[in-house]
């Protein structure tokens, strides 16, 4: 698994990514994109594609005291030129558990939540982690 794109750090006092894109991700996220507009990332702990991270359009999961900013995303479309950013957000809970690894968002084909924005496509984000050192 080949990261393509590093997130923009955000949790407070880092200078480090948490967070990627493979690719396939990438380009997956410039063709929702262009359907729904800019975008963002939430990583429940929760029952339901709780290990997936859903993808919303900017502003419809409302975030707060119980999340994290773990890092945005500076997209560009294919001819380079810059889309936005889309923000990773995961909830405090799960941070408590996830807070030594790196995490890269991939695509993979199957249906996940009806309530993320791939899931209509075939396709369904994951995240594929591992610790940092």
Known sequence: MERALEARPRVDGEEFSRVALTAEAMDLL???WGRHGP???HQSGGCCDGSSPMCYPA???KTGDADVLLGT???NDVQGEPLGGIDFWMSVEQFAYWKHTHLTVD???GRGS???VEAPEGKRFLIRSE???
């Open 30 to 32: 410039r063709q929702l």
């Open 39 to 41: 975008l963002m990332f």
């Open 59 to 61: 502003g419809d999961f």
């Open 73 to 75: 995303f500076d997209m």
């Open 107 to 109: 695509v993979v084909d």
């Open 114 to 116: 009806g309530f993320s």
């Open 131 to 133: 610790l940092m050192g």
